[in-house]
């Protein structure tokens, strides 16, 4: 019997976790009860009831698995890191909110069965507020026109991953994971699906600007060039025009020194525009020095605070065994 891993990260959810187990074990018992299923809820250190709940649905269910965070490690790393402790034939991720429809799990693993090693949601239209589906799209097809790899819009990582791709993932080692990016650039043959994202089934959005701007900085950071290369081409373009305007500015002087004022306004202004300009630019340099430098330091996806009803330890762990383990023959047969 195949296994569908089903992973759903959880942030002060406590008004949705037993209502999203209820339809995802609803989904398999209706449609997919040739399958067996593994449901990974990952928590990101909610402050209320959600670790409670999950704890009690492990304890009732053994095909339910718990992944407490020791803190909050942010929007991408959690879910990401919950995919790599999957041990299904395939991997769907998707929202605790509902906003990630569960009636689309059946057709996801058709077209998995068909042959398709990913196959994801594409909102094509949302109930949510019609000012931010706009600045969204709006964003989604700058990315696209920006990055040297095609962007796919209106994803949000909700999607069906098969094995063979969660492999791929492991081996990446990326401690900065922006996981619509990996999709769009690995090429692995897969199926889009259509969707209308409904809206949140109970309680708040955790997403303000500053997360959403953490995630517009990491997409154009990991995939663009265009912030660099733009510093360098509007830089050499102001250098050539100031050059150009106090030469000219010298040439007028000379010619009508008593008819030609030198003023101090032009020179305020001109400083002013400079400066704001090397400001913006350096900010937008120090995005790049900041998404370099969190990948240098190497650090760990997410630090376990506690894990339920998983029979090892991480992945991690596992790979690691494995090669203390070949180490070990190896110096047995040299001996």
Known sequence: MKTISIVVPCYNEEENVEAMYQAITGVFKRELNQYGYELIFIDNDSSDRTRDLIRSLCSKDKGVKGILNAKNFGQFNSPYYAMLQSDGDCTILMAADFQDPVEMI????????????????????????????????????????????????????????????????????????????IVAELGFRRKEIPYEQPKRRAGKTSNNFYRLYDAAMLSITSYTKVGLRLATIFGS????????????????????????????????????????????????????????????????????????????????????????????MEDGNQR
């Open 237 to 328: 373009i102001c250098s050539f025009a100031s050059m150009a305007v106090g030469l000219i500015y010298l040439i007028l002087k000379l010619i009508y020194w008593d008819r030609f004022p030198a003023g101090m306004a032009p020179l305020l202004i001109g400083m002013c525009f400079l400066g704001s300009v090397q400001i913006f630019f350096i900010g937008l340099v120090g995005e790049y020095i900041l998404s370099i430098n969190a990948r240098i330091m190497k650090r760990p996806l997410v630090i376990e605070e506690e894990r339920i009803n998983f029979t090892c330890g991480t992945q991690e762990d596992t790979d690691e065994d494995l090669l203390l383990m070949a180490a070990s």
């Open 106 to 181: 059946p057709r996801y693993v058709k077209e998995w069965e068909d042959g398709y090693k990913i196959v994801i949601g594409i909102k094509k239209s949302s109930k949510e507020s019609r000012i931010m589906y706009w600045l969204r799209s709006c964003y989604y097809k700058m990315i696209k026109k920006l990055s040297d790899v095609e962007q796919i819009e209106h994803f949000t990582g909700f999607g069906l991953y098969d094995k063979s791709f969660i492999k791929v993932l492991r081996q990446l080692d990326d401690p900065t994971p922006f996981l619509r990016g």
